[in-house]
């Protein structure tokens, strides 16, 4: 008589820690905080779709910053199940007939995820977007190594540009910035999407800075200005500019790259220090281009990240907010 082993049977996360998981993840950075993202759980599998109706048409006419925003979420989705214990087997664009199906996920047990994992998983609650100045970054080695582990299973490289580099990048941020003042769809979009406290999206006004503090970051994007203040009024920023490189331009690239993003703000945050990504100086060709010429090793400019530490004596900064997770999540019997 001849045996055959059944294939084995995948486990799948209960419900409630599917909505633990997936509240935990809602965290995740995206461009504006426009949450481009929609989820359903099928009750073995989890989609993630992008959502066209929140795409940023003048600052992000081509969905490069909405797929780079669903990256970033889909790696918090992947490091919040890890603190489940669950392992994550992501495939990614399963369809290349739906352009906006951009991942699904299946499970299985993982019962010793590695202590970094945890230690990421355990920042997605605290990690905030800094827009002050900051103090030069501690232990950056140490982050540029850990980071690069990070980022290089995404095919993706991250660099550290010289000091040097801060005055010519920031030529090209007020050049974005000049371009950019007199474009009413650009400046109605963005008006849109920040300065308003009490939405469940968006930028709020509390999170954005005063002409005079953002005179002192010198590279930066141009939002909406808060009410005068001079917060950290006697520091000049000394933050470090770093830089995730893709090979190519492509869905995937961009995917992955907010993947890297995500992993790399995260292991910040567990360092204890502070960030602010950075796209609208890569929205231009010519500033993207000034980027690449700034690096090491061929490869096409995706994100800009201000790394560096916050002054220890302040106030917690309240989180961001976000939607309900009914209005992303889809929970199918």
């Keep these: 008589m001849t045996h055959t082993s059944a294939s084995p049977v995948r486990s799948v996360p209960d419900h409630q820690t599917v909505l633990a998981a997936m509240r935990l993840a809602s965290r995740a950075p995206s461009l504006h905080n ?6 359903i759980f099928d009750g073995v599998r989890l989609q993630l779709y992008r959502d066209d109706d929140r795409l940023l048409t003048s600052a992000d006419p081509l969905g490069r910053q909405l797929v780079i925003s669903c990256g970033a979420m889909l790696h918090h989705v992947r490091t919040a199940f890890a603190a489940k214990r669950w ?34 998983a355990g920042a997605i609650d605290r990690r905030r977007t800094d827009r002050l100045p900051l103090l030069a970054p501690t232990g950056l080695s140490q982050l540029l190594h850990t980071g690069r582990m990070l980022v290089t299973p995404h095919d993706l490289a991250l660099d550290v540009l010289d000091e040097s580099a801060r005055a010519k990048l920031a030529g090209a941020s007020d050049h974005a910035t000049a371009v950019r003042r007199y474009d009413t769809e ?12 009490g939405d469940l999206e968006g930028v709020p006004r509390e999170s954005l800075v005063s002409d005079a503090e953002f005179a002192r970051v010198s590279v930066g994007r141009a939002f909406p200005a808060a009410p005068h203040s001079a917060r950290r009024g006697d520091l000049e920023d000394q933050a470090r500019l770093l830089v995730l490189s893709s090979p190519g331009e492509s869905v995937t690239a961009w995917l992955h790259t907010g993947e890297a993003l995500s992993a790399l703000l995260l292991e910040c945050t567990t360092a204890g220090l502070a960030s602010c990504s950075m796209t609208h100086i890569t929205e231009m060709p010519s500033a993207r281009k000034i980027i690449a010429g700034m690096l090491a090793h061929p490869g096409i400019p995706q994100v ?20 309900p ?3 992303i999540l889809t929970m199918q019997p």
């Design 87 to 120: 392992h994550t087997d992501t495939t990614r664009l399963p369809d290349a007939g739906r352009s906006d199906y951009l991942a699904v996920i299946e499970f299985r047990p993982w019962p010793d995820p590695p202590d970094g994992v945890l230690a990421r």
């Design 186 to 197: 650009y400046q109605t979009e963005l008006h849109w999407w920040a300065g308003h406290s």
């Design 304 to 323: 800009m990240i201000r790394v560096g530490t916050a002054p220890d004596d302040e106030p917690e900064t309240p989180p961001a907010p976000r939607r």
């Design 34 to 39: 426009t949450q481009p993202w929609r989820w």
């Design 325 to 327: 997770l009914t209005d």
